[in-house]
């Protein structure tokens, strides 16, 4: 029994091995979609970004992306609350000194020589700033497609206290805490933002830069008020890193990353934001955070743009700045 049972498994692997062939799947690709991304924050100017979605197998290099986003020869206008409507400027980087051009690639992740070939557009006022409690709304016309979004820039909610402290026995590396009261009326969502404005020590690979070119969202940087309207409490803030950063420590393996040093002078901006800001922001993060995870809940990329991919985010700031000394 046992030799004829053998012979039928041996018989079945056989068969198997025997019918396999080659199966050429050939997979569709994708239109490319407009992608929309801009911001207006209370006193300061707009800045829109134009770009294409990507198919899954197209490159990821720097050069890749810059070549499908900061497109120009886009119409963008900016549409106050009852004002009238005025037209974004293109500002590009083939019209940046060199300085400038630094500058650009610092705050957007990029090398000069990726920008020093590719024109890349960033579309902005240099008349209008953000007001608070004003509503936004931004029209889009890139080669036949046309996109509109609108943004709210709430009254910003300032903090009461903020202050710098290790969590535990090290002296030397620190979370920044606040004590912030929420207001009674119910709806309010709020985004967190830092900056390390100091510059890097001698013995710094990096010497001489300042710590952060530009404010940076930690993961778990919004957060809406259903739990605790109308409370005071104290909150703690980590740090984090800015996309595509070469510092040591914004390695996640290192044991500084997330933390504040002591020494460290930072600059933060507790914003207030729309509740559909803070469902796209919400959604961003979630997808990061459930990257590699077999018990994250698939889920879309939540958007505010009709006619295309993207965010139109408005932000009611209130700034504070702290030094990281106990």
């Known amino acids: 029994m046992f030799r004829i049972l053998h012979v039928i498994i041996w018989g079945g ?10 199966i050429d799947v050939v997979l569709p ?32 290099d720097a050069a890749a992306f810059a070549a499908t986003n900061f497109l120009g020869g886009a ?19 083939g019209d940046l000194p060199p300085e400038a051009l630094a500058q650009f690639a610092e705050l957007w992740g990029l090398s000069v020589e990726v920008l020093q070939a590719n024109d890349l557009c960033v579309y902005t006022s240099f008349t209008t700033e953000g007001e608070p409690g ?7 016309e890139y080669e036949g497609t046309e996109a509109t979004a609108t943004t709210r820039i709430p009254v910003p909610v300032p903090l009461e206290d903020l202050w710098w402290a290790p969590p535990g026995d090290n002296d030397t590396l620190g979370v920044l805490y606040a004590q912030f009261t929420d207001p009674a009326e119910p709806g309010h969502a709020y985004r967190w933002f830092s900056r390390r404005i100091n510059r890097r020590p001698a013995w710094d690979p990096q010497a ?3 710590k952060d070119a530009d404010y940076v969202a930690p993961l778990g940087s919004v957060v809406e008020d259903v739990y605790f ?3 005071s409490f104290t909150f703690t803030a980590f740090r984090g890193a800015a996309p595509n950063s070469t510092a040591w420590d914004d390695d996640p393996v290192n044991g500084e990353f997330g933390f504040f040093k002591r020494g460290d002078t930072v600059a933060i901006k507790a914003c207030g934001i729309d509740p559909g800001v803070y469902e796209a922001v919400a959604s961003y993060e979630a997808q990061i955070l459930g990257q590699g995870s077999p018990f994250s809940v698939p889920s879309a990329m939540v958007g505010n743009v009709a006619g295309a991919r993207g965010l139109w985010a408005g932000y009611g700031v209130w700034r504070d700045t702290v030094a990281c000394v106990p």
């Open 134 to 140: 004003v509503s936004y709304r931004l029209e889009v």
């Open 13 to 22: 692997c056989l068969t198997l091995v025997g019918c396999e062939r080659e």
């Open 208 to 210: 001489g830069e300042v």
């Open 29 to 60: 690709g994708a239109e490319p979609e407009l992608v929309v991304e801009g911001r207006i924050e209370s006193g300061a100017a707009p800045w829109v970004v134009i770009g294409l979605t990507s198919s899954y197998f197209d490159p990821v």
């Open 75 to 93: 119409t963008v206008r900016l549409v106050p609350e009852g004002g009238d409507p005025v037209e974004l400027d293109a500002v590009c980087t």
């Open 229 to 231: 309207n109308g409370l």
